[in-house]
Nanobody, 129 residues
Framework: VQLQASGGGLVQAGDSLRLSCAAS????????MGWFRQAPGKEREFVAA????????YFRDSVKGRFTISRDNAKNTVYLQMNSLKPEDTAVYYC???????????????????????WGQGTQVTVSS
C-alpha cells in the first residue's frame, strides 16, 4: 500500500491542524493505521493509532485530550486532528499502516514502529510559541 500524508504547516501555539493520510493500492480496511512523529535529533515516536474499524484508538499520553484520530474507509484516509498545539509538537509526522493479513492487531504493540509494515513520506508540523 502507498501512503501519502498531507496537512502539515506552520502554526502558532494553541492553533489546530488536521493531518490526512491517503492510502492506495490495497483494501484500506485491511490495515490498522498509526501516526508517528520525529523531531530533529530525536527518535521517531508514537502519536496515535486506530484499528481497522475505527473503534479502537490509542494515544501517547502527551497528546491525550488534544489529538484525535479517525478514519474513513470509504475514502481510504486516516486523519489526525491536532488541537491546542504546543511547540513540543513540532516534528515531521508520518502515517503508517499495519497489514492485518500478515499479523493480527495487538494493543500492546500499537506504539512500536516495528508493528507497522508501510510508511508514508511525512509532513512537517511546526508550532511557534
Amino acid at each position: 500500500v502507498q501512503l501519502q500524508a498531507s496537512g502539515g504547516g506552520l502554526v502558532q501555539a494553541g492553533d489546530s491542524l488536521r493531518l490526512s493520510c491517503a492510502a492506495s493500492g490495497r483494501t484500506f480496511s485491511s490495515f490498522a493505521m498509526g501516526w508517528f512523529r520525529q523531531a530533529p535529533g530525536k527518535e521517531r515516536e508514537f502519536v496515535a493509532a486506530i484499528t481497522w474499524s475505527g473503534i479502537g484508538t490509542y494515544f501517547r499520553d502527551s497528546v491525550k485530550g488534544r489529538f484525535t484520530i479517525s478514519r474513513d474507509n470509504a475514502k481510504n484516509t486516516v486523519y489526525l486532528q491536532m488541537n491546542s498545539l504546543k511547540p513540543e509538537d513540532t516534528a515531521v509526522y508520518y502515517c503508517a499502516a499495519k497489514d492485518l493479513s500478515v499479523s493480527r492487531w495487538l494493543t500492546s504493540t500499537a506504539s512500536r514502529t516495528q508493528n507497522y509494515d508501510f510508511w508514508g513520506q511525512g509532513t512537517q508540523v511546526t508550532v511557534s510559541s
